[in-house]
């Protein structure tokens, strides 16, 4: 690389998903921005496929990209690797599944340059490697929440796939969680979330930015349209939502009690949307599921890691 400072260092995380990695890092590798202007860093987090010689074969073609094992089990952990070997003014995540358009780096130096954001992010798109069910929306699986650049008051609908901060700012507020987050084929969520909030929370001066044209392509897997991983997911999402936002009420009795209300609105619900939905806006059973039934599984996935929480601290 040149002596010239480099702007963004671009971190992917990966967990045995080699075949994945060589689509992301091709798209990442082949940014208009000027090499000189951006590192991209693997950090492998323990995997045992050909993670390694994926990203080794990168290395040697690309004398701005470099590879790095870390292996403490989980994304947090691979997350935070990532910033400690990072060397740019800004780092920017994103996921093993993602592709990149080759204008998506030039986009954020315009974003740097213009606004000197503290934190910034993009839209992100679904798209897929089989075909998806007929009932599965692409919305599902995308992140779009507007449609013109925008300051933000709050960081919330910045996710993690497509993220940029300035790498300064975890000298000053820290890692991220490692109670968060994926670890190996454990489901977990919401380790950018907590970041973010934290940042918020203690940097109120903190310019949160968001940029449309800052989008990428995020991959729906096969396995993340079936029933069994969407309940599990949405149930840990719950269950990572504690952390995120603590609970104000943490007596055992009133958390049985809405437990007791959430399995009692499932019971009630599931029927009564088999039947009587409105076939307009859930055209398929599954939408009303995913839409409306999904989100009392995340409400039971909070309360059961309060309760959890509250025995543990008892115990």
């Given at each position: 690389?040149?002596g010239r400072k480099t702007l963004i260092s671009v971190i992917i995380c990966t967990y045995n998903?080699?075949?994945?990695?060589?689509?992301?890092?091709?798209?990442?590798?082949?940014?208009?921005?000027?090499?000189?202007?951006?590192?991209?860093?693997?950090?492998?987090?323990?995997?045992?496929?050909?993670?390694?010689?994926?990203?080794?074969?990168?290395?040697?073609?690309?004398?701005?990209?470099?590879?790095?094992?870390?292996?403490?089990?989980?994304?947090?952990?691979?997350?935070?690797?990532?910033?400690?070997?990072?060397?740019?003014?800004?780092?920017?995540?994103?996921?093993?599944?993602?592709?990149?358009?080759?204008?998506?780096?030039?986009?954020?130096?315009?974003?740097?340059?213009?606004?000197?954001?503290?934190?910034?992010?993009?839209?992100?798109?679904?798209?897929?490697?089989?075909?998806?069910?007929?009932?599965?929306?692409?919305?599902?699986?995308?992140?779009?929440?507007?449609?013109?650049?925008?300051?933000?008051?709050?960081?919330?609908?910045?996710?993690?796939?497509?993220?940029?901060?300035?790498?300064?700012?975890?000298?000053?507020?820290?890692?991220?969680?490692?109670?968060?987050?994926?670890?190996?084929?454990?489901?977990?969520?919401?380790?950018?979330?907590?970041?973010?909030?934290?940042?918020?929370a203690t940097m109120p001066q903190a310019v949160i930015y968001y940029e449309p044209?800052?989008?990428?392509?995020?991959?729906?897997?096969?396995?993340?349209?079936?029933?069994?991983?969407?309940?599990?997911?949405?149930?840990?999402?719950?269950?990572?939502?504690?952390?995120?936002?603590?609970?104000?009420?943490?007596?055992?009795?009133?958390?049985?009690?809405?437990?007791?209300?959430?399995?009692?609105?499932?019971?009630?619900?599931?029927?009564?949307?088999?039947?009587?939905?409105?076939?307009?806006?859930?055209?398929?059973?599954?939408?009303?599921?995913?839409?409306?039934?999904?989100?009392?599984?995340?409400?039971?996935?909070?309360?059961?890691?309060?309760?959890?929480?509250?025995?543990?601290?008892?115990?």
């Amino acid at each position: 690389m040149s002596g010239r400072k480099t702007l963004i260092s671009v971190i992917i995380c990966t967990y045995n998903r080699a075949d994945l990695l060589t689509d992301a890092l091709h798209t990442v590798c082949q940014q208009t921005l000027e090499h000189s202007e951006y590192e991209v860093i693997v950090v492998d987090n323990n995997s045992t496929d050909q993670t390694a010689t994926v990203s080794q074969s990168f290395v040697a073609r690309y004398p701005h990209v470099r590879y790095c094992f870390e292996p403490q089990q989980g994304l947090s952990h691979a997350r935070n690797r990532g910033w400690q070997e990072a060397k740019g003014e800004y780092v920017a995540y994103i996921d093993d599944d993602c592709k990149v358009p080759e204008g998506w780096l030039a986009v954020a130096k315009e974003v740097i340059e213009g606004v000197s954001p503290t934190v910034f992010g993009g839209p992100s798109f679904a798209f897929y490697n089989t075909p998806k069910p007929a009932w599965y929306k692409d919305i599902y699986g995308s992140n779009f929440p507007y449609g013109q650049a925008q300051h933000l008051e709050r960081a919330e609908v910045l996710y993690g796939s497509n993220l940029f901060l300035r790498r300064n700012l975890f000298e000053c507020i820290g890692d991220f969680d490692p109670k968060l987050g994926m670890s190996g084929q454990k489901i977990g969520y919401g380790e950018e979330t907590e970041l973010l909030h934290r940042i918020c929370a203690t940097m109120p001066q903190a310019v949160i930015y968001y940029e449309p044209r800052l989008w990428l392509y995020h991959l729906v897997r096969s396995e993340q349209m079936s029933w069994h991983w969407i309940i599990s997911a949405r149930f840990a999402q719950g269950r990572n939502c504690y952390f995120v936002y603590p609970p104000s009420n943490s007596k055992l009795i009133f958390i049985i009690v809405q437990v007791v209300k959430y399995s009692l609105l499932l019971l009630f619900s599931v029927p009564f949307g088999l039947l009587f939905r409105s076939r307009k806006q859930y055209h398929y059973f599954d939408n009303f599921l995913y839409e409306v039934i999904c989100n009392d599984i995340e409400t039971l996935g909070k309360l059961y890691e309060q309760s959890r929480q509250l025995i543990l601290c008892q115990g």
